[in-house]
């Protein structure tokens, strides 16, 4: 992920002093013009003349005493600051605005608070002030501050994993501009959507944007950009395994972001070429990737959620080759990752499983130290996780004996299901097969189908689900190998409107619509079929049209709650039951 990039306010980290000259020129220019120059000079990585200008800037406006121009030099100035140099600059702007009633402030100052915070990893702070912006900016109806203040807490959803929501707000801005953002931020919105599009897998659509942001990134001839587009085309070639360009590219973004300072976009240029090398089965270029990572993240001090893998593979690696003074040091500096980012970044419940968990490293973590102190432990380190697995031993017998009565009542309810299904279904015989449990739309569904309807006719629609009646009915579900292409093929018509059907009209997406309805033909033919019970779980698999019999076992797992050996079973014990009665 890249969301480091995509500061709304543009914030640069380094500063060069920069030798006064040509100051006598900037007396003629206005205030507007100062600005417009400053941006100018941000923007084509020009950082000292820009900073230069800034001073110049807040020093004519304090000499002139005008409040409102005071307070821009202060943001001005604070772009090329140290943090607690900026900071002082930002509260020196609230300071002066504070009796200005109406008009930018005090939401600009919060949101130019929060994107500093932000880009010094404080994610919490930068929060806050987002939201007291967005607050006052509402009370003052300014739509570009409400925009702005949309813009980069979407820039925190996009950095906690939250990228529908995100990509929603980038997407809006991107294609509604409205006169509220400019080229220039135009063109961060796409770069943020591309990288929510990126970790949501809408690949083709990453890819249709990262090729149009190249084009005109060339138009612009923007010295930074090329190179955002280079690690975000370099992520894409991850994403579809093609890592030998991914690792070109990728190099290419890291060499230009260490030159530059552009620290944070260096280290997921960084975590993505590890990440390729893996993929190449290169662990030793992985590794060279991850420590330059780890270094770069202890001296910079920014972290990100998929730093946890990083360590996870340095944890890993040292652990295969025995080497435990370097294992216990990167269970070190996961541990101090884990908890920064556990503490700043506290809803991150949507965050991947962690391969180690906190408590698992730290006893780990102990039995190394003590294993490097002393070897004399062994007999009790030994004895002690014999008791361990032991109990573990212990505890998942009474979890899967939990667990097996648990499926055995599913089962049970699934046959008495069947039955009272079969019995119905004899005294209508047009619903004979029909396999499929009713669907009754909810509130939301119904408002679903309103807005397919209005974009397939209702001709269409109808000729559709006829055809799926027939799909159903003939049980052409149990070919193998279909797929949402092949059967709008065998209706005659597209995928996009066979999709939007199912998902609207069936209440599912393709493949759980095709999946529920061979397990449910399962389900009854297992039980009226003795001779299909007595087949072997591949040759079943095959019957369903399923590739193979583990696909199989799964789909009916998922579906029903209970495993396939276990329904048969209570099928035969139901039946036995019978024959003795």
């Not at 599009?197 to 060339?218: C, P, R, V």
């Not at 361990?388 to 299901?417: C, G, N």
């Not at 019999?549 to 797992?557: D, R, T, V, Y």
Request: some cysteine; hydrophobic content about 35%; charged content about 30%.
């Amino acid at each position: 992920m890249m969301k480091y990039f995509f500061l709304f306010i543009i914030l640069f980290s380094s500063f060069i002093t920069a030798q006064q000259n040509k100051t006598d020129s900037l007396d003629e220019l206005k205030y507007s013009e100062l600005k417009d120059k400053i941006y100018d000079h941000f923007q084509h990585n020009r950082i000292s003349e820009a900073a230069q200008i800034a001073k110049y800037y807040l020093q004519r406006a304090k000499k002139e005493k005008n409040t409102l121009e005071i307070a821009e030099g202060y943001n001005l100035v604070h772009f090329d600051a140290d943090f607690p140099t900026a900071l002082l600059y930002i509260d020196s702007m609230a300071s002066i605005t504070n009796n200005i009633k109406g008009g930018l402030y005090p939401a600009r100052t919060y949101l130019i608070k929060g994107g500093l915070y932000y880009t010094h990893n404080n994610l919490k702070a930068a929060l806050d002030n987002y939201i007291l912006g967005l607050k006052y900016a509402k009370e003052q109806n300014d739509k570009k501050q409400i925009a702005y203040a949309n813009i980069n807490i979407a820039y925190i959803n996009n950095y906690i994993g939250k990228n529908i929501e995100a990509a929603k707000v980038f997407r809006y801005y991107l294609y509604h501009r409205d006169n509220i953002i400019d080229d220039q931020q135009s063109s961060q919105m796409r770069l943020a959507l591309i990288s929510c599009y990126l970790e949501m897998n809408k690949l083709d659509s990453a890819n249709i944007l990262i090729n149009e942001g190249q084009k005109l990134a060339l138009i612009n001839k923007n010295k930074y950009e090329p190179y955002l587009y280079s690690y975000l085309s370099g992520s894409y070639d991850l994403k579809v395994k093609n890592y030998d360009t991914a690792i070109t590219k990728l190099n290419n973004a890291y060499n230009y972001f260490s030159k530059s300072g552009e620290n944070s976009s260096a280290n997921y240029s960084l975590y993505n070429l590890g990440k390729s090398y893996e993929g190449t089965k290169n662990k030793e270029k992985a590794l060279e990737a991850y420590i330059k990572l780890d270094s770069s993240v202890q001296k910079h001090d920014l972290v990100f959620p998929e730093l946890r893998e990083a360590y996870t593979f340095l944890v890993d690696y040292y652990k295969e080759k025995g080497n435990k003074e370097k294992q216990l040091y990167y269970i070190d500096r996961f541990l101090k990752v884990d908890k920064k980012l556990d503490e700043q970044v506290l809803y991150l419940s949507t965050e991947l499983p962690k391969k180690y968990d906190t408590p698992n490293l730290l006893q780990e973590k102990e039995n190394i130290i003590e294993d490097l102190k002393t070897r004399k432990n062994i007999l009790y380190i030994s004895v002690s996780l014999l008791i361990i697995t032991l109990l573990l031993v212990i505890y998942l017998y009474f979890k899967s004996k939990k667990k097996e009565r648990e499926q055995r009542k599913i089962a049970q309810d699934l046959i008495s299901w069947v039955e009272k299904r079969t019995l119905e279904e004899s005294n209508i015989k047009n619903e004979a097969k029909d396999t499929e449990i009713a669907h009754i739309p909810t509130p939301e569904q119904s408002e679903q189908d309103d807005k397919a309807s209005k974009i397939i006719s209702e001709e269409v629609i109808q000729f559709i689900l006829q055809e799926l009646r027939i799909f159903e009915s003939r049980e052409l579900f149990l070919k193998k190998g279909i797929t949402l292409a092949s059967l709008a093929k065998n209706i005659k018509t597209n995928t996009a409107y066979l999709s939007e059907i199912i998902n609207t009209h069936k209440g599912k997406n393709f493949a759980t619509y095709l999946n529920d309805l061979r397990i449910d033909f399962a389900l009854n033919r297992l039980v009226k079929d003795k001779k299909f019970r007595s087949y072997k779980v591949a040759v079943i698999a095959e019957e369903l049209g399923y590739n193979n019999e583990q696909a199989f076992s799964l789909a009916f797992k998922k579906k029903t709650g209970t495993t396939l050996s276990m329904y048969i079973k209570e099928i035969n014990n139901i039946d036995d039951k019978k024959r003795i009665k």
